[in-house]
């Protein structure tokens, strides 16, 4: 099936991820090129394995050897050994730097803030790893820290790891503040009334029947 296509894909993008919180240089670039390529790609490696074995799959543009036998053993086993590894290893890093991640605070200014003692990994790591124990795993534990900051952004709210934890019996029902939309004409704030559009002057003074088309009211 093309999807495994996909799932290896996300599983390569992972990695490069994982590989950028722990600092290995060359090797995140290399795992990001060969997650593009397979989304890309029109051909199942399934078949192409199938049929080439590893060869084949070193085959494909973008595609080493190193990462062509991890993409073997997916095929196989349906999961790929190193990555489980990294995955526990840095199970805590990932929850912070994606908790960060959610504050639109990139890893490279993680790093950079942790090395001035204005952000520390450890000062989150007692939360992170509570909030893993909690979710089961690192997927859940992301999913719930963006459902948290949807709710929460929507309604200027600032929040931490720990909102997760307080937010976590009603995570479900969870939702952001609907963004109401209001009508403007020219710039102009406009009001309804009796099913008739009216422009509402700056100054406060006579509303104005909108007698335009109603194709030009702005809703923002």
Do not use: C
């Amino acid at each position: 099936m093309v999807s495994n296509n996909h799932k290896i894909a996300k599983i390569l993008k992972n990695l490069a991820e994982i590989l950028d919180i722990k600092g290995i240089p060359f090797k995140p670039t290399a795992y990001r090129r060969a997650s593009l390529t397979l989304e890309k790609l029109k051909s199942d490696i399934q078949e192409i394995y199938q049929k080439d074995g590893l060869k084949g799959l070193k085959s494909i543009n973008g595609i080493g050897d190193g990462i062509a036998q991890k993409m073997a053993e997916y095929l196989q086993k349906g999961k790929i050994s190193y990555y489980e590894k990294l995955k526990q290893e840095t199970a805590i890093r990932q929850i912070v730097t994606h908790y960060f991640k959610s504050k639109g605070i990139s890893l490279n200014e993680l790093k950079k803030n942790a090395k001035k003692n204005q952000i520390v990994y450890s000062r989150f790591t007692k939360p992170a790893k509570q909030l893993l124990e909690l979710a089961g795993d690192i997927e859940k534990a992301k999913k719930a820290i963006d459902k948290v900051a949807n709710w929460a952004k929507s309604r200027g709210l600032d929040y931490a790891i720990e909102t997760v934890f307080k937010k976590w019996p009603e995570l479900k029902n969870l939702k952001p503040k609907p963004v109401v939309k209001k009508p403007f004409y020219e710039g102009h704030p406009m009001r309804q009334k009796d099913n008739r559009w009216f422009v509402v002057p700056e100054d406060g003074g006579e509303w104005l029947e909108f007698a335009d088309q109603e194709s030009k009211i702005e809703w923002k």
